[in-house]
């Protein structure tokens, strides 16, 4: 249990633990904010890397299990979202204008949010699991049944799931991205060494498959979260001696829910969209589930490595605007987006010119690999305007503007619907038709949201309506 004093922190004890966005080098300050947010980032990938590895040794089947299962998991981001956001923007915006006290009131209600919409969400998973896996019409019973069993563990410790994000934002927003990378290195750790002892059994260890994927999941989780509750024990900063147990401010988290509420909205669709678009590829059996499970884990690469920025630009821009220098704003915005552009395009060359070798090292199955090869390449087209609309969402977050980028992304998310059943219907491209859905989708977002926020700012007394 989270328990802390609510004594105030002398503020001299905070700002030097934290980066300082409103002065100094643009370039300098974004990168030392962003890598360790993308190196947190890109722990998460490897979270779900190494269980594709260790699983894909299991087969396809168990593949399709863990990635049907796992659109709930998924999911639940977007209920994670409707905190976190809230309270890395104000959290960044508050520490801007040097008002410390009233951040970490944000802290406290975000946390507090979380915890609620936490065990209501687990609980929900884990009663209508036969339901949530039935959506899909796998039609193989050893297929459904491990989804199942995978699902209900994770729900278990779904907690655990929901905090680790929360803390993060919290910390992004502080300035302090470097916390949040250590802890969930040690996740990581813990998580390459329990997948293969509960996967395979060697030993003295049980051979426990797909549930031992999803135990290794949680256990790891559960040890990001004790380790994150240690140091905030141990250490003065924002989060130090919060007293969760003092009641939640209804009008702050009133106030969390509406800037957290159109980010989790857009997560959540785009997770139920994926999810329809996973029942019109299952029509193609397990193994196009797999493939779109595994395929999507490799492609986060490039979007894995934008949404660093995009923390990193959302507190830039959220400090700058509470330090009122719009022109900072602009600048750091340019940057990043230089930053972005280089990234698209080596992202597009890795998809594209080594489809192969890539996938092969996730399924070793000859069906599975051409069909990867096939999403790798089609998805290589969209990677540098995903990347510049997951950039250009943080600018708009850090503004407190969190609705245009939910409303681009939720349209053209939808819009893959009837496009996939379109262009993968008989005579036209088939199952290669639902890939180039995304992709298409994926370069309009990018151009649309990244105009609509250059014709928002081009003149500053914008930021004066914020």
Known sequence: MLFFSDEVLKE???????????????????????????????????YN?????????????????????????????????????????????????????????????????????????GAATYLGRGPLIGFFNLGDSNVISMAESYLAVISLGMIFNFTNPVLTGIYNGYGDSKTPFIMNTVGLVANMILDPLLIFGPGPFPALGVKGAAIATVLSQFIVMICFIAYMRGRKSIVNKLNIRKLPEGYIIKELVKLGFP??????????????????????????????????????????????????????????????????????????????GIVGVFATGLLYFGAEPIFTAFIPERESID??????????????????????????????RTKPPSIVSIVFNAARI????????????????????????????GVILVGWFIYLTKSWDFFKKV
């Open 418 to 445: 009837p496009l996939a059943l379109v262009l993968s219907s008989e005579g036209l491209l088939g199952l290669n038709g639902v890939w180039w859905s995304i992709s298409i989708t994926s370069v309009f977002k």
């Open 371 to 400: 069909l990867g090869i096939d999403y790798l390449k089609i998805l290589s087209f969209s990677q540098w305007f995903m990347c510049i609309e997951i950039l250009t969402a943080g600018a708009f977050n850090g503004l407190g």
């Open 49 to 121: 890397l190494v269980d594709m590895i260790w699983i894909g040794r299991v087969g396809s089947k168990a593949v399709a299990a863990v990635g049907s299962a796992g659109f709930y998991l998924w999911l639940s981001f977007g209920f994670i979202l409707l905190s976190k956001v809230g309270a890395e923007v104000r959290v960044a915006q508050n520490v801007g204008a040097k008002n410390i006290k009233r951040a970490r009131d944000y802290a406290r209600n975000a946390i507090q949010l979380n915890l609620v919409v936490a065990v209501i969400y």
């Open 12 to 46: 001299e004890w905070i700002m030097g633990a934290k980066i300082d966005m409103t002065k100094g080098s643009i370039g300098k300050g974004l990168y030392k904010m962003a890598l360790p947010v993308m190196g947190t980032s890109f722990l998460q990938m490897a």
């Open 263 to 340: 980010v989790a909205l857009h997560s959540g669709l785009f997770t139920g969209f994926s999810m329809v678009i996973a029942r019109i590829i299952a029509s193609w059996g397990p193994v196009p589930i797999a493939v779109q499970k595994v395929g999507s884990q490799i492609e986060s690469i490039s979007w894995m490595t934008a949404s660093g920025f995009q923390a990193a630009l959302s507190t830039f821009v959220g400090q700058n605007y509470g330090a009122n220098q719009p022109e900072r704003i602009k600048k750091g915005y340019i940057v990043s987006m230089g930053i972005m």
